[in-house]
Structures are given as structure tokens and as C-alpha cells.
């Protein structure tokens, strides 16, 4: 994957109005590498990447992260280096600064949804919209591929289609914030923040099993290892694929150490589907 990262390998490969995936982001409190790290590696491959908030606000990323002090700095949990320059790179761009509002989406004009991840409490904006919830079954009823990490597994299972009553991933393979990692995170650092790094009582992993038809063989946790992944290995990250008859499809990463890999998953299935 870090091959065709590298030298734009997908470059070409699409007609101008099938190339673009949308971004849709909370506000406020969006996880920086989630979406820095898919967002770089997409437009390095051509991709054309359209970001999306509520009322059309410029967005912000959790400055927890952005600029971690205290028990995040000490924990070595805030947003690495170099998803911290893609960040910095992401928010000068015109697409950036420009976004069209969550109503504005129109599924057929993109190849891929990218459902970022993030826990404080801005996300709630993003997580709990009936507007975006709609807007990802729209997005599955055309076969459009789906790409979520951390709690945007936890939109995306909130996602019910209205024909048949239950989540768009009711039986589909998935991963998200595990229980065991988010309950780690917020243990760490509760004396001090509180609730932070628990966006809701119940976690992420629990919401979500709640919507799966067998979540014991459909939930999936991944290693049991906080490291992370990065541009030149894969190692220790960990990407769930659910392949979907007639096109589409989910592919989904549990936390930031799996967004490269996320990244350029997504990027290989769409060149799959062209072929």
C-alpha cells in the first residue's frame, strides 16, 4: 500500500465526476489523525476530497489532541507529528475552508464516504444527526463504498434504513474504538478530564454490537496491542473489510493507529472497482 502512496499509483484511473469522497465533520472535536492521515492519502492519489459540516462552518479539530499539555502529553496520547503536518496542511486548503452543509450531500456525485472518528464532546453534533444518519443510508442504498474509524462506526451503526428497520450494518463485518482500549484511555485520564475520552456511559463497542444481528462473529476487536501504524508499516494496525455484492462495501479501523492502512484500503478497493 505505502507503494502506491508514494508514487500517486491511481492516478488517472477515474472520469472527473467519479473521483471525489466526502468528508462530513462535526463542528468541533473531530480526531485529527482520522481524518488528516485518509485525507492526505487521498489527494495524493487524485482523489478529489469534499468536506462537509453541519451549517457549512469550517471545522476544528479536538485541540486536546492538537495541542496536548498534562496527562495527554505525559500519556503520549496526542496527535503524532506527521498526521499533525497533514492536519496543518488539510486546514489550509480551499476545500477545507469551504465546506458544503451535511443537507448539501448528494451520495451519487462521490465514490467514497469517510466517516471520521473522535470521542470529545463536540462529536456529539456529528453522531447523534438524523440529517447524516439518512444521508448513510443514501449512501449504502447506491453501493457507494463506506469508510469509518472509531466512533464513526458508532454513526454508521446508528445509520437505520427506514425499509427494513435496522442499521445499515446489521450484518455487516465491523470494527470500531474497541471497549478495552476506550475504557484504557479514560482510566488514564479521568482525574483530570473527566469524561472526556468517554463520549457516551455506554461505550462505543457496546452501542454498536446492540445493532449487529450476531455481534460475536460480526464485531470484530482486532489485537489486543496499542501500536500503531504508519505510513511504511502495517504491523500493529488492523482494518476490517465487508465486501458487498454489486459494489460498495465498509471498510473500518478501530482507533488513529489504523488510519494509514485504512487509507490505503479505501484507495485499493476503488481502483478495484474500476478495473
Not at 446489521?170 to 474504538?177: A, H, I, K, W, Y
Request: with cysteine.
Amino acid at each position: 500500500y505505502q507503494f502506491s502512496f508514494l508514487v500517486g499509483g491511481v492516478k488517472g484511473k477515474f472520469t472527473n465526476n467519479k473521483k471525489k469522497i466526502i468528508f462530513p465533520l462535526p463542528d468541533t472535536d473531530f480526531d485529527p489523525t482520522e481524518c488528516a492521515v485518509p485525507w492526505k492519502i487521498f489527494t495524493m492519489e487524485n482523489f478529489e476530497v469534499v468536506f462537509a459540516t453541519e451549517n457549512g462552518a469550517v471545522p476544528t479539530g479536538d485541540p486536546t489532541l492538537l495541542n496536548p499539555s498534562g496527562i495527554i502529553w505525559l500519556a503520549q496520547m496526542g496527535t503524532a507529528e506527521e498526521p499533525k503536518q497533514f492536519y496543518d496542511e488539510m486546514i489550509q486548503t480551499e476545500a477545507f475552508n469551504n465546506p458544503i452543509r451535511w443537507s448539501d450531500i448528494h451520495p451519487p456525485d462521490y465514490v467514497a464516504i469517510h466517516l471520521t472518528g473522535g470521542h470529545a464532546p463536540g462529536m456529539k453534533q456529528y453522531l447523534e444527526s438524523t440529517d447524516l444518519k439518512n444521508k448513510i443510508v443514501q449512501f449504502t442504498k447506491h453501493k457507494i463504498l463506506v469508510s469509518s474509524i472509531c466512533h464513526g462506526s458508532l454513526l454508521l451503526a446508528r445509520s437505520i434504513d427506514p425499509d427494513s428497520g435496522h442499521s445499515v450494518v446489521r450484518d455487516v463485518n465491523l470494527t470500531s474504538l474497541p471497549h478495552w482500549m476506550e475504557d484504557v484511555a479514560w482510566n488514564v485520564t479521568r482525574l483530570t478530564l473527566g469524561m472526556h475520552y468517554r463520549t457516551y456511559e455506554q461505550y462505543c463497542e457496546d452501542e454498536i454490537r446492540t445493532f449487529l444481528s450476531n455481534p460475536d462473529v460480526l464485531f470484530q476487536v482486532g489485537p489486543s496491542s496499542l501500536g500503531a501504524g504508519n505510513a511504511f508499516n502495517h504491523d500493529d494496525a488492523f482494518v476490517v473489510e465487508h465486501v458487498q455484492e454489486g459494489g460498495g462495501g465498509f471498510l473500518s479501523g478501530r482507533w488513529p493507529g489504523d488510519a494509514y492502512l485504512l487509507g490505503y484500503k479505501v484507495v485499493d478497493a476503488l481502483l478495484k472497482s474500476t478495473l
